[in-house]
């Protein structure tokens, strides 16, 4: 019977299964529960930030609520039946959380939401770029952390003019149209954080440049010869302009054989044939919006056999040649007479030269004169060929002291592929002076020379007076040898050194020698053409040593001995040139300016200085004691020892060496015409190098033309270091100063700094761009 009762049971459940099954019949099950949660998911806030979650139950006819549970970053707390609060942590790295509230009556019925946890914002301090006006200008503000979407404001100050701020990406952007300088001002920036807003703000500032500019400054190039390397650099003025440049023709070609490279700017090649390019180069920065400098040029390729003709009665008589320089070996002079017949033709010549060479010193070489020959354009500007020695010579030449139709005077340098480069002056001689008896009496002397490098490098140089009398040589001088005054002589400064006499004599060609020894020094030998009875070009025949460095010089009669201060009285033109310091390896030094003697042993001066490229103006004053020889110890105030020794070739005139180891040499010279004005610089000047110190320096000869209201046209020839180029023209601008102080502007940027001696002739050097000055002399 149990058994029956427990079958009929489980049919009747099974039947009641079946009918609900079937949906059939009544119900009394209870309808599904469901769980939300406010706020939903998708919380963005910031570190240490609370959110307070509530869950709502549908269909909990139990009333029990919900249980919470919490994943990955905070933690919650205060949870009840119904809500709970969710606390995200102080600090860490950002992340997310996930909150979970669960039916009590039936946990698989849940709710989630997530929360993404940030640190709070946070605006980076680092300095913006500068903008430029006409320039696209595009700065994202930096910023870290934050919840949700930002919001970026200017809470102070302003932007520049032209520049807006995105509120929403915090970009700067724009075109500066406004004032230059700079702006600064506040950024604010504020997220959407639900649990509450949280903010950051910072300083900052833009500084707007001007427009961006390039400018291309060179305003002329150096012309190429045929056949000869060129090498010639465009020069870089960059404003405001964004880097990297380029360099392109914008119009026109260049010689044939020569490229522009766009990265250097710099023109290079073998021109293979003569005659003028002309073309246009552009300079483009790389800035969003580019600029682009352009500028005309043009280039005249020459054969070095080119010359102008027509004129050469203008060169007519017998002239010397005096040249200094250097060739691969070390320094270098050469000295020469010759006739010009006024068709350009030479006669009765005759060379010496003294080298490191193997050839060595070389004296009294007949010059070749049916080989020889010269020329001379209307332009004043000529070309000379000298044959001695089986070697062929070629120089450049402009004449000037044009008297009578006939020039007394020429600027001369090399221009041939001999490896010697030398520069210096041919003038006429007076054969009135071409015997001993003609040529004696008192004679100040200046010879200087570059140390040959076996001896150590550096420079030598000597000033004093010899006295010849017809055949006999005596004298006292004082010698510098890189600072070494006179050979260590105790007696120095208060004397000179005594020379052993000597002999002199002069042949009926102009042509002499002569002789004497230094104490404790061998015997120096020089040659010497006689200008006119009271002038002479010297030069060692002495193979170049330590002990013998080759001395090119000269010799000028004394007037007015003997002396006393007021030999020096007035204003005068100093210049001299020298090293920056002794060695192999030095730069060239020079200084011009003004000197003031007050004729009873006081002085001031006011020069200029550049010294390797180091640019200085000097001011000093002291003391002169001028001794009856012509001897003049200059002491700047407060020094202990002269600082320069002078010999006087006549009033207010002498020949000048510095005591240190500049070795620095030149002349002092009366002058003229002040007070001065642009008006004071009027006509053609032939110009040149004078005195080179190191292989480096440029030698050139030309002429200058001053139109006497502030403008200035240059043509040269030039040999750098045996670079040689021809027909150069330049432009400047000059400015002429009371004083006589003349400031000429090449390029728009570089300068050269000069001196009126007197209305014909002032003395220039360069200023700026210049690490190896050298003195050159202007004379109309």
């Not at 200094?324 to 010759?338: E, T």
């Not at 044009?402 to 041919?426: H, M, P, Q, Y």
Request: with cysteine; glycine share 12%; charged share 10%.
């Amino acid at each position: 019977m149990k058994l029956g009762r427990e079958i009929a049971s489980i049919a009747v459940i099974a039947s009641a299964f079946l009918m609900t099954a079937c949906g059939g019949g009544s119900s009394n099950s209870s309808p599904t529960i469901s769980v939300a949660l406010t706020p939903h998911s998708g919380q963005a806030i910031d570190e240490g930030q609370t959110v307070q979650f509530a869950a709502t139950l549908t269909n909990d006819n139990s009333g029990a609520g919900v249980s919470w549970s919490q994943s990955g970053l905070g933690s919650l707390s205060n949870q009840t039946t119904t809500t709970a609060t969710y606390t995200a942590p102080l600090t860490g790295a950002p992340g997310t959380a996930t909150v979970t509230a669960a039916s009590v009556t039936d946990p698989s019925k849940t709710a989630s939401a997530q929360i993404t946890v940030s640190a709070p914002p946070s605006i980076s301090n680092a300095p913006f770029a500068n903008a430029t006006i006409g320039a696209s200008y595009n700065q994202a503000i930096g910023v870290t952390g934050g919840a949700g979407a930002l919001n970026f404001s200017i809470d102070s100050g302003s932007l520049p003019t032209g520049l807006g701020l995105n509120s929403a990406t915090g970009a700067i952007t724009g075109t500066p149209t406004g004032a230059t300088g700079a702006t600064s001002f506040s950024v604010k920036v504020v997220d959407s954080s639900t649990a509450g807003a949280m903010s950051a703000t910072q300083e900052f500032s833009i500084a707007v440049n001007p427009a961006a500019t390039v400018s291309i400054t060179t305003s002329s190039l150096l012309n190429p010869l045929v056949g000869e390397l060129y090498n010639q650099s465009l020069e870089y003025s960059l404003g405001s302009a964004t880097l990297p440049l380029t360099w392109s023709l914008a119009s026109g070609t260049l010689p044939t054989g020569l490229a522009l490279d766009p990265v250097t700017g710099k023109i290079t090649g073998t021109a293979t044939a003569t005659g003028t390019t002309n073309f246009t180069v552009a300079l483009t920065d790389s800035s969003p919006t580019p600029v682009t400098a352009t500028k005309v040029l043009s280039l005249t390729v020459t054969s070095a056999a080119d010359c102008g003709s027509g004129s050469e009665s203008v060169l007519h008589g017998q002239y010397a040649l005096s040249l200094n320089g250097f060739d691969p070996s070390g320094p270098v002079g050469i000295l020469a007479s010759f006739t010009a017949d006024g068709t350009g033709k030479l006669s009765a010549g005759v060379l010496d030269i003294n080298s490191n060479q193997p050839s060595g010193v070389q004296t009294n070489l007949t010059i070749t004169t049916a080989s020889s020959s010269y020329s001379l354009g209307s332009d004043n500007k000529g070309c000379l060929t000298l044959v001695a020695g089986g070697v062929t010579r070629n120089f450049r030449f402009t004449v000037s002291n044009i008297s009578n139709g006939i020039s007394s005077e020429a600027r001369v340098v090399e221009f041939d592929f001999t490896g010697t480069n030398t520069v210096g002056n041919l003038t006429l001689q007076d054969p009135k002076g071409f015997s001993n008896s003609a040529v004696v009496g008192s004679f100040n002397y200046t010879m200087s020379s570059a140390l040959p490098a076996a001896a150590g490098g550096g420079y030598a140089a000597a000033v004093g007076v010899l006295t010849l009398a017809e055949t006999s040589v005596s004298g006292v001088g004082d010698v510098n040898i890189n600072g070494t005054m006179n050979f260590g002589n105790t007696g120095y400064p208060a004397t000179p050194i005594t020379f052993t006499p000597g002999v002199y004599n002069i042949a009926t060609n102009g042509r002499g020698t002569l002789s004497f020894t230094p104490p404790g020094q061998s015997t120096i030998h020089l040659v010497a053409y006689v200008l006119n009875a009271g002038e002479l070009i010297t030069m060692s025949q002495d193979a170049q040593s330590a002990a013998t460095p080759l001395f090119v010089g000269f010799l000028g009669a004394q007037s007015g001995a003997p002396y006393d201060n007021t030999a020096l009285n007035g204003t005068s033109v100093m210049f001299m040139s020298g090293q920056t310091a002794p060695g192999t390896s030095n730069a060239s030094r020079v200084e011009a300016g003004i000197v003031s003697a007050d004729g009873s042993g006081g002085f001031s001066f006011a020069t200029d200085l550049n010294s390797g490229g180091s640019i200085s103006s000097q001011t000093e004053s002291g003391t002169y004691v001028v001794e009856p020889d012509g001897r003049v110890l200059v002491t700047d105030a407060g020094a202990a020892t002269p600082h320069i020794v002078m010999y006087i070739v006549g009033r207010n005139q002498g020949l000048v060496m510095s005591a240190d180891n500049h070795v620095m040499v030149g002349d002092i010279e009366p002058q003229t015409g002040a007070p001065f004005t642009n008006a004071s610089l009027s006509g053609t000047h032939a110009i040149a190098t004078i005195s080179p110190i190191v292989p480096a320096n440029l030698l050139y000869e030309g002429a200058e033309t001053y139109d006497g209201a502030g403008n200035l046209d240059l043509t040269f020839e030039l040999n750098d270091n045996g670079w040689l180029s021809l027909e150069n023209a330049m432009t400047a601008s000059y400015t002429v100063s009371s004083n006589g102080r003349v400031i000429s502007t090449w390029d728009g940027t570089s300068q050269k700094l000069g001196y009126i001696i007197s209305p014909t002739r002032l003395v220039t050097f360069g200023n700026t761009g210049d690490a190896n000055p050298t003195l050159t002399i202007s004379q109309q």
